[in-house]
């Protein structure tokens, strides 16, 4: 039990370009998602939280404009990266967290995004 | 105060060896401490979790150990095997807490030689 999918795993697009990534967990009811961004050799750096049906609650530095988040069902969380720039190319990862089980995140296989 | 420091940042480790990462953390609140195993190209793994009411949780092969009064923890793998050979990440959180947020150590790549 509690899988999270993530969909595409990679993608490479052009600059200027949007691109949206899902999250879907695949047997439980995911109350609270979490967006991660992690560059080569590095920490995952969390970038936003968001819960089914309200906007999300982003970190500090992170663009909300240029990172869109919709949370709109308690099974799918998307990441659209607006106007990509190849500086946005990385590895971005989501969890979801069940009902009842806090802090029990459980992470997405991750999503490879490489901005030409 | 929101700091996970985590070390070594690498770890080079004989089969069969004991492997060794450890981590403190500065916020008193924290309340929920898991291990996270990341191989490449995969999102990360929960390995092993504890609460401050024990000082030690074991799972197979792998032990937390942790010193509430210290503010560290420490993940120890026993028999190290060449398929534990990944990058190892501790974090912080509250248990319960309103926002459910993690804050990650920098990580620890272990490499496990046959």
């Known amino acids: 039990g509690a899988v999270v999918s993530q969909h595409p795993s990679w993608v490479i697009c052009k600059s200027g370009t949007s691109v949206k990534i899902e999250c879907r967990s695949l047997?439980?009811?995911?109350?609270?998602m979490f967006w991660y961004r992690q560059f080569p050799k590095q920490s995952l750096m969390l970038m936003a939280t968001?819960?089914?049906?309200?906007?999300?609650?982003?970190e500090q530095g992170v663009e909300k404009d240029k990172f869109l988040i919709n949370h709109a069902s308690l099974t799918l969380s998307t990441l659209t990266v607006t106007s990509a720039h190849p500086e946005d190319s990385s590895f971005y990862i989501c969890?979801?967290?069940?009902?009842?089980?806090?802090?029990?995140?459980?992470f997405g296989p991750g999503t490879r995004l490489t901005v030409l | 105060q929101q700091q996970v420091k985590q070390s070594p940042q690498s770890l080079i480790v004989q089969k069969g060896g004991i492997s060794i990462i450890n981590c403190a953390y500065e916020?008193?609140?924290?309340?929920?401490f898991p291990w996270y195993q990341q191989f490449p190209g995969k999102g990360p793994a929960l390995l092993i979790a504890?609460?401050?009411?024990?000082s030690e949780k074991k799972e197979g092969r792998f032990t937390i150990s942790f010193n509430k009064s210290a503010k560290q923890f420490s993940l120890h793998i026993m028999d190290s095997q060449p398929g534990d050979s990944a990058t190892y990440f501790c974090?912080?959180?509250?248990?319960?807490?309103?926002?459910?947020?993690?804050?990650f150590g920098t990580g620890t790549l272990l490499a496990v030689q046959p």
């Open positions: 974090a912080a959180g509250l248990f319960g807490g309103a926002t459910n947020k993690l804050i």
């Open positions: 047997d439980f009811q995911a109350t609270t």
């Open positions: 968001s819960n089914e049906g309200s906007k999300a609650t982003y």
């Open positions: 969890s979801a967290t069940a009902s009842g089980k806090y802090n029990e995140q459980f």
């Open positions: 504890i609460r401050p009411d024990v």
């Open positions: 916020n008193t609140a924290f309340d929920y």
